[in-house]
């Protein structure tokens, strides 16, 4: 296969050696780390409003970040070595290090933190099934089913004093992903300080933007009303912390501008050319700017519940699109250019290989999976909760 | 008092265990000499050391083929160790009886050096093969040993020039 270059190349650049594989990376811990805040929002500081998503982010989360690892995984070959990561840990490799922030985050926040809100459930549910399914609770509650007024405020208490470990390690998980991208410093492209910081905001817009998409399906596929009070005020969250993100990046951009250094004209020029699609248009023009106007929009005007849902969903939609090509134009944008600054190559994108377009949507289809599987064995919603909202209601169809 | 904690001494205890049996786990996989030196094991120094050699190194060939030796002195491919073209050859140099080395496939061999490439110097000779060779194996014009080809007003009998 003849990847096809432009001026001058070094041998070793002219085939890029992360894939769309390496783009999903940063993406599935970002939605992580996103839904994770947003759940912690109602937590700590208490925003009753967004109370209807936190246990769905919180499976959101724990979903996403079971198939996290697995891009890597598929790139590098060889999963079954990656227990040595543990087991000799290499202190000056920044990547093998991620193993144990990954760890940590699973172990000591979500998987504790789900296990603390869910106890009461678990134990009712492992006295009121049967079979495989009363095993499985029966497992999930560790043989103590003490489910007592004192006992469950400890829980809570506990559960709290987690959470608010969990947003600095939620932080760390992503801004660590980006300190991957911004600490190598032969790259003028990721090298920056300001990399992990925008990381993590991006991060954070793509959390709360799938955490909602995602509920405001859930809520139709069971037939219930959406609670707009939530959605507004997830809408507002989405809004305020996308400009925060939008803000960073233009200033890291005004900053490159200003500075100009030597890198500056080769990758002005790949922007303009290589990238224009996927940066300029898909990125800022339609995942960025119309999605906070969109929601900006919905800030100043006062419109139905039934447009505001609209804008929200399609909002939500080019959030995460416009989050994906930033990746995308990270990762893959990274390598397109010379060390030399004097040439250009391609991305050629395989199909059904190891690390092609079929792994990677299969990749992003199991996320979904999970998180079914997820739902089933622990139902993020009360089940004897809001009235069904069909029957009396004929509003009942809006999206 | 107690009861109402018990299930989270449970899952301390659950933790407890996974550490201990990492901790076991890690004393029983981890090689003993692993990081005596640096981040591997030191044992393999040793291990690789009393690999049997591969290469014999041309000064060792040129003891035997004297011929091939004078055709290469003749040429630019002089430089060229014997091994960088034929492969490891220890085995060979040892029992030459009954060790033989594969033949080359030279449209491989010779475009892994030769093949046109911008990164290279320019002053090294170098060809874009697909249109040089059109698929030919080299040495149908190339004598391997004495790449250079004489201008054909020069022409010899068959026995020079050509292989």
Not at chain 1, 18 to 40: D, H, N, R
Not at chain 2, 128 to 155: M, N, S
Request: charged content about 15%; some cysteine.
């Amino acid at each position: 296969m003849q990847i096809p270059v432009e001026g001058f190349m070094y041998p070793n650049e002219v085939e890029l050696q992360w894939s769309i594989l390496i783009v999903l990376y940063p993406f599935i811990t970002g939605l992580v780390a996103g839904a994770f805040i947003l759940a912690s929002l109602e937590r700590v500081f208490r925003v009753e409003a967004v109370k209807p998503t936190y246990r769905l982010a919180l499976l959101t989360a724990l979903a996403f970040l079971l198939v996290a690892p697995l891009p890597l995984q598929l790139h590098l070959g060889h999963p079954e070595r990656s227990l040595e990561m543990y087991l000799t840990p290499h202190r000056s490799s920044a990547m093998a290090m991620f193993g144990f922030v990954y760890l940590w985050y699973l172990m000591a926040v979500l998987l504790l933190e789900i296990w603390l809100d869910y106890r009461r459930d678990i134990v009712v549910k492992s006295q009121t099934t049967t079979g495989v399914t009363r095993l499985i609770y029966r497992v999930l509650t560790l043989g103590s089913s003490n489910i007592s007024e004192r006992s469950l405020h400890i829980d809570e208490r506990l559960g709290y004093f987690i959470t608010v470990i969990g947003i600095p390690s939620a932080f760390l998980l992503h801004g660590y992903v980006g300190f991957i991208f911004g600490s190598v410093k032969a790259n003028p492209w990721w090298s920056s300080p300001l990399m992990p910081i925008v990381f993590i905001f991006s991060a954070m817009v793509s959390g709360i933007a799938v955490v909602m998409l995602l509920y405001m399906i859930s809520t139709r596929l069971r037939r219930r009303e959406i609670d707009i009070c939530c959605l507004d005020k997830i809408a507002q969250y989405l809004f305020y912390i996308f400009v925060i993100d939008f803000s960073l990046e233009m200033l890291d951009l005004l900053q490159r501008i200003y500075e100009a250094d030597e890198s500056f004209r080769s990758l002005d020029f790949m922007v303009h050319t290589r990238l224009w699609t996927s940066q300029v248009i898909v990125q800022i023009v339609c995942g960025t700017v119309t999605p906070i106007v969109l929601l900006g929009l919905t800030q100043i005007l006062s419109l139905t519940d039934t447009v505001r849902k609209r804008i929200y969903a399609l909002a939500g939609c080019l959030t995460v699109i416009g989050i994906f090509a930033m990746r995308w134009n990270v990762v893959i944008g990274g390598q397109l250019f010379s060390k030399s600054f004097l040439g250009y190559t391609t991305y050629k994108m395989a199909f059904a290989t190891r690390e092609g377009l079929l792994t990677a949507i299969t990749l992003l289809i199991l996320p979904f999976i999970f998180l079914l599987v997820l739902v089933k064995l622990l139902p993020p919603w009360p089940d004897a909760g809001p009235v069904p909202a069909s029957g009396a209601s004929p509003a009942h169809g809006t999206s | 008092m107690f009861k109402d904690i018990e299930h989270l001494v449970r899952l301390a205890a659950v933790m407890a265990i996974a550490l201990i049996a990492f901790a076991t786990m890690r004393a029983l996989v981890v090689p003993r000499s692993f990081g005596e030196y640096g981040h591997y094991r030191g044992d393999a120094i040793a291990e690789i050391a009393a690999r049997p050699v591969a290469f014999a190194g041309h000064d060792v060939c040129e003891a035997c083929h004297i011929d091939v030796v004078e055709q290469k002195k003749q040429g630019k491919h002089v430089v060229v160790p014997c091994e960088a073209c034929h492969g490891a050859q220890a085995k060979h140099a040892d029992d030459p009886a009954s060790v033989k080395p594969a033949k080359l496939d030279t449209a491989v061999v010779c475009a892994r050096c030769h093949e046109a490439n911008s990164a290279k110097p320019k002053g090294f000779p170098q060809v874009a093969t697909a249109d040089h060779a059109g698929g030919l194996a080299c040495d149908i014009c190339h004598q391997p040993h004495r790449p250079k080809i004489e201008t054909p007003a020069a022409t010899k009998p068959a026995t020079e020039g050509k292989k």
